[in-house]
């Protein structure tokens, strides 16, 4: 701490670059601040990254809560997030130029999500955050007083609140405690869904409406209405403690979600998606458990495509393009639709949700004045009604569909609910005596998952500034003005119709994640293999050394995303080189 003050009072009014001398570790009374990365000018985005070490024996969080690796999960994402309250609660904030002199942590979504930005030792825990340093003046020189203030009043109060459990009063450590216990809970809850071939789960009581369509935090309504499950569907899940937890449960197979409009449809189906992640105390959906490959297939117009054989559903086109390996860089609705399911049957899901207002009808059906008009020869389109049940049959894809105005779907449909003012009926059997049994079909559907293979020539993250005849070797940056767009070397991928990305820092881990398997492609170039190798082979390194085997530029900005985000990225890259066997 001595040394810290020492070096600041040595740099005082300096120019703002001989911050570069803080780099390092520096000891305070109960932790260790270490500076991790410096910015290079006042206000910078990215600010420098520091971190804060805690030994675990000085902390005092009780030992029951690290047992397994969704708790510490939990208690990773209850630090950073009473790191940010405790920044709102003692530090000023803008103490110098250019909003310069300010403490932040990564954006937090609703989710609980593995980030590297809280790390656990045996015996540690190591926590990085966002420090932008103070200046002053016309010529932004380093201001070492404010400096000092922060570090020596400001970061030891925020420390001191985050950290040590005795410093908790009994609502914070309650609020730990339900942080761990939804972990735990839903652990118990996916276990029982495996056990009985169950792909949803939403529980008697879950407040499912957002505040808004941009704003995932839970509606602030006092009208809403808890969910309430069918008697016909609930299930009864026995927990560990003795207890158990009620409410819907979906079994595998084709589901229809149908209703008026603005009765609660989307709202369920938008639960559902987001039921993939483990949701913070409070929000309303920690109970809502989705099958963990589930993934949302939409509509993707202007989308690129590489190679994908969506014969199933679109024949060879009038122009005699074949279908069997289709490319295209701008996707019309039908085509990026059938792309998308192929490419995420290929990626390993076997659930896939649609909601009728995003698809694009002449690809979902065909009614009975289209069929009298156009002659079958006329349309490549096979609508997918005509196959959900084979791939069901064959290939064991569950799909669940909201529809409001088509009601094919119900034709097809193993479970069928209905969505009555935010109420949820099972009108399976009312569905089945008036439009008669279960229609199946038997259309052969070839396994189209495994044929595409990674060129090894892949993910090259140079980016050639050609106004300025300067090649940077790496460029992976999400923006700020379009938070669902990345930058990875000469291309940029749009991922705003990926419905399952949770939070900025997912989009920039992403990028990470492609730098990596090029290196895995480079080295094993000999060997080509299917998109699903490669992603599936980063997850069990991502997960045996955790984010940091990404090796990003910022250490601590990182949410790790589902192999199924990185695959939607992959396939969108208008750069990409696919082969197909």
């Given at each position: 701490?001595h040394?810290?003050?020492?070096?600041?009072?040595?740099?005082?009014?300096?120019?703002?670059?001989?911050?570069?001398?803080?780099?390092?570790?520096?000891?305070?009374?109960?932790?260790?601040?270490?500076?991790?990365?410096?910015?290079?000018?006042?206000?910078a985005?990215?600010?420098?990254?520091?971190?804060?070490?805690?030994?675990?024996?000085?902390?005092?969080?009780?030992?029951?809560?690290?047992?397994?690796?969704?708790?510490?999960?939990?208690?990773?994402?209850?630090l950073?997030r009473?790191?940010?309250?405790?920044?709102?609660?003692?530090?000023?904030?803008?103490?110098?130029?250019?909003?310069?002199?300010?403490?932040?942590?990564?954006?937090?979504?609703?989710?609980?999500?593995?980030?590297?930005?809280?790390?656990?030792?045996?015996?540690?825990?190591?926590?990085?955050?966002?420090?932008?340093?103070?200046?002053?003046?016309?010529?932004?020189?380093?201001?070492?007083?404010q400096?000092?203030?922060?570090?020596?009043?400001?970061?030891?109060?925020?420390?001191?609140?985050?950290?040590?459990?005795?410093?908790?009063?009994?609502?914070?450590?309650?609020?730990?405690?339900?942080?761990?216990?939804?972990?735990?809970?839903?652990?118990?809850?996916?276990?029982?869904?495996?056990?009985?071939?169950?792909?949803?789960?939403?529980?008697?009581?879950?407040?499912?409406?957002?505040?808004?369509?941009?704003?995932?935090?839970?509606?602030?309504?006092?009208?809403?209405?808890?969910?309430?499950?069918?008697?016909?569907?609930?299930?009864?899940?026995p927990?560990?403690?003795?207890?158990?937890?009620?409410?819907?449960?979906?079994?595998?197979?084709?589901?229809?979600?149908?209703?008026?409009?603005?009765?609660?449809?989307?709202?369920?189906?938008?639960?559902?998606?987001?039921?993939?992640?483990?949701?913070?105390?409070?929000?309303?959906?920690?109970?809502?458990?989705?099958?963990?490959?589930?993934?949302?297939?939409?509509?993707?117009?202007?989308?690129?495509?590489?190679?994908?054989?969506?014969?199933?559903?679109?024949?060879?086109l009038?122009?005699?393009?074949?279908?069997?390996?289709?490319?295209?860089?701008?996707?019309?609705?039908?085509?990026?639709?059938?792309?998308?399911?192929?490419?995420?049957i290929?990626?390993?899901?076997?659930?896939?949700?649609?909601?009728?207002?995003?698809?694009?009808t002449?690809?979902?059906?065909?009614?009975?004045?289209?069929?009298?008009?156009?002659?079958?020869?006329?349309?490549?389109?096979?609508?997918?009604?005509?196959?959900?049940?084979?791939?069901?049959?064959?290939?064991?894809?569950?799909?669940?569909?909201?529809?409001g105005?088509?009601?094919?779907?119900?034709?097809?449909?193993?479970?069928?609910?209905?969505?009555?003012?935010?109420?949820?009926?099972?009108?399976?059997?009312?569905?089945?005596?008036?439009?008669?049994?279960?229609?199946e079909?038997?259309?052969?559907?070839?396994?189209?998952?495994?044929?595409?293979?990674?060129?090894?020539?892949?993910?090259?993250?140079?980016?050639?500034?050609?106004?300025?005849?300067?090649?940077?070797?790496?460029?992976?940056?999400?923006?700020?003005?379009?938070p669902?767009?990345?930058?990875y070397?000469?291309?940029?991928?749009?991922?705003?119709?990926?419905?399952?990305?949770?939070?900025?820092?997912?989009?920039?881990?992403?990028?990470?994640?492609?730098?990596?398997?090029?290196?895995?492609?480079?080295?094993?170039?000999?060997?080509?293999?299917?998109?699903?190798?490669?992603?599936?082979?980063?997850?069990?390194?991502?997960?045996?050394?955790?984010?940091?085997?990404?090796?990003?530029?910022?250490?601590?900005?990182?949410?790790?995303?589902?192999k199924?985000?990185?695959?939607?990225?992959?396939?969108?890259?208008?750069?990409?080189?696919?082969?197909?066997?």
């Amino acid at each position: 701490m001595h040394q810290l003050h020492n070096l600041l009072a040595s740099i005082a009014d300096q120019p703002f670059h001989t911050i570069q001398k803080l780099r390092g570790s520096y000891q305070f009374p109960r932790f260790e601040l270490s500076f991790i990365k410096m910015q290079g000018s006042p206000g910078a985005n990215p600010a420098s990254i520091a971190s804060i070490n805690i030994a675990l024996q000085d902390s005092k969080i009780p030992e029951k809560f690290f047992k397994t690796s969704e708790c510490k999960l939990a208690v990773a994402d209850f630090l950073i997030r009473c790191f940010r309250h405790s920044i709102d609660r003692f530090a000023q904030q803008n103490r110098g130029k250019d909003g310069s002199g300010s403490f932040a942590t990564i954006a937090l979504s609703q989710k609980m999500l593995n980030r590297d930005s809280v790390l656990f030792s045996d015996d540690t825990v190591d926590l990085r955050f966002l420090i932008s340093l103070p200046a002053k003046g016309q010529g932004g020189v380093f201001d070492a007083e404010q400096a000092w203030i922060m570090f020596g009043q400001e970061l030891t109060a925020i420390v001191d609140a985050t950290f040590f459990y005795r410093h908790y009063d009994e609502p914070t450590q309650t609020l730990l405690r339900q942080f761990v216990d939804v972990q735990k809970i839903r652990a118990e809850i996916t276990r029982f869904m495996r056990q009985h071939g169950l792909i949803v789960f939403v529980n008697n009581g879950a407040r499912l409406p957002r505040l808004s369509g941009v704003d995932d935090r839970p509606s602030a309504c006092n009208s809403i209405k808890a969910f309430q499950s069918p008697a016909s569907l609930q299930v009864d899940i026995p927990l560990a403690d003795g207890r158990s937890i009620s409410g819907m449960g979906i079994k595998e197979g084709i589901t229809c979600i149908t209703g008026g409009g603005y009765h609660g449809k989307s709202t369920l189906m938008q639960a559902i998606l987001a039921g993939v992640y483990a949701h913070i105390p409070g929000d309303g959906r920690e109970y809502v458990v989705t099958r963990e490959d589930a993934f949302f297939i939409r509509a993707e117009e202007g989308r690129s495509i590489r190679n994908v054989d969506i014969s199933p559903f679109i024949g060879d086109l009038p122009n005699g393009l074949k279908t069997g390996c289709f490319s295209s860089d701008n996707a019309s609705g039908s085509t990026s639709q059938a792309a998308n399911i192929v490419e995420a049957i290929e990626s390993g899901s076997r659930l896939l949700l649609f909601d009728e207002d995003t698809c694009a009808t002449n690809f979902l059906v065909r009614d009975e004045l289209i069929r009298k008009v156009l002659d079958a020869a006329q349309e490549p389109i096979k609508p997918l009604y005509s196959t959900v049940r084979s791939l069901w049959r064959h290939h064991h894809v569950s799909m669940i569909f909201v529809v409001g105005g088509l009601g094919y779907f119900l034709q097809k449909a193993d479970t069928c609910l209905l969505m009555d003012n935010y109420h949820c009926q099972d009108i399976t059997g009312k569905v089945r005596d008036r439009l008669g049994p279960i229609m199946e079909e038997n259309i052969p559907i070839a396994d189209f998952a495994l044929s595409r293979r990674l060129a090894a020539d892949n993910f090259d993250p140079a980016y050639i500034n050609q106004r300025l005849n300067k090649t940077i070797p790496k460029r992976i940056k999400d923006l700020r003005n379009a938070p669902r767009q990345l930058e990875y070397g000469m291309d940029l991928i749009n991922l705003e119709a990926v419905a399952q990305i949770a939070e900025a820092p997912q989009i920039l881990a992403i990028g990470y994640c492609l730098l990596a398997l090029r290196a895995q492609l480079k080295q094993w170039s000999s060997k080509p293999e299917t998109l699903r190798f490669w992603i599936d082979r980063l997850e069990s390194e991502i997960n045996k050394q955790g984010l940091d085997f990404l090796q990003p530029d910022y250490p601590g900005i990182l949410s790790m995303p589902r192999k199924y985000e990185l695959a939607a990225a992959i396939n969108r890259i208008r750069s990409l080189k696919i082969f197909q066997e």
